[in-house]
């Protein structure tokens, strides 16, 4: 990140030869159309490019940071075009609650969003996940892995949107707190 800041072009491609395929997934999952996925993800490293000086370390690690630009720009798409993906039209087993909340599912959260912005250790990540309540581990699975918005996790799980926001928030602070 530091390199992109000071105009290293070479640094960015670097970053997208590393991260754009897992990118491209994570973007397709949420909008569900490879052609606007592609858009998205070019959007993303363009923003990426033109704000990596506003990348902050304390707040966290770059390859997080990254795919939160990625993963908000395909969100606000969705948005924007006024059309959500209703539960119906998802994969069962991707919409299914129990199956998010099941320990067992923590190494998929783990591949699709990595384990380097938590501190490279995708044991401990898994072991983090774990001590995780059911319901806030569902919340973040379906958020990070599905991409679903907060308040399709709450119309999913039929809980109210802030409670989600409080859920998904604690486990980030607890997921923080055990990597060390």
């Known amino acids: 990140m530091r390199a992109c800041v000071d105009g290293d072009k070479s640094a960015l491609k670097a970053l997208y030869v590393r991260e754009s395929q897992q990118l491209l997934g994570v973007v397709s999952r949420i909008v569900r ?89 995708s044991e401990r990540l898994q072991e983090c996940l774990e001590r995780l309540e059911p319901i806030p581990r569902a919340c973040i699975f379906h958020a990070y892995v599905n991409g679903y918005s907060q308040s399709e996790i709450g119309d999913l799980i039929g809980a109210p949107v802030g409670t989600v926001k409080s859920w998904i928030k604690r486990s980030l602070v607890a997921l923080r707190g055990c990597m060390g």
Do not use: C, M
């Open 33 to 121: 159309d490879r052609a606007r996925a592609e858009d998205i993800l070019h959007d993303a490293f363009v923003r990426i490019w033109q704000r990596a000086s506003t990348f902050d370390a304390s707040r966290g690690g770059g390859r997080g940071w990254v795919y939160t630009i990625a993963r908000n720009l395909a969100l606000d798409t969705i948005r924007s075009s006024g059309k959500q993906v209703s539960t119906e039209d998802r994969p069962e087993e991707v919409g299914d609650i129990d199956a998010a909340a099941d320990p067992g599912n923590s190494q998929r959260w783990i591949e699709k969003v990595g384990s380097s912005h938590w501190g490279g250790n």
